[in-house]
């Protein structure tokens, strides 16, 4: 079973940063995507950033120029830069896997990691 697994939550102070990281273990494949989005209480899930195998790069615009995302293929992780960070950042952050495997694409997600930012 592929499992995803998310480090690097935390509480920072405005304009802090924090790295999240995120590692996907199991039958993966060449991924589609690997990426974090966010979801408050009530509110739809989002993009936050996501990462191709060949390294093709998506930002929500909420975050645009102040995150930035990059991967490591061979440790099947993936990385979040979060810098400048503003309390309206705080929230759930969830990795998500698009697994292309067998001709099929599933999604596989990891429980999430708590992202504080302070005023």
């Known amino acids: 079973q592929v499992q995803v697994e998310e480090s690097g939550g935390g509480l920072v102070q405005a304009g802090g940063s924090l790295r999240l990281s995120c590692r996907a273990s199991g039958m993966i494949g060449m991924y589609k995507s690997m990426g974090w989005y966010r979801q408050a209480p009530g509110s739809e899930r989002e993009l936050v950033a996501r990462i191709t195998y060949n390294g093709g790069t998506d930002y929500g615009d909420s975050v645009a120029g102040r995150f930035s995302i990059s991967s490591d293929n061979a440790k099947n992780t993936v990385y979040l830069q979060m810098n400048s960070l503003k309390p309206e950042d705080t929230d759930v952050y969830y990795c998500?896997?698009?697994?292309?495997?067998?001709?099929?694409?599933?999604?596989?997600w990891g429980q999430g990691t708590q992202v504080t930012v302070s005023s």
């Open positions: 998500g896997v698009q697994r292309i495997y067998n001709l099929e694409l599933s999604w596989f």
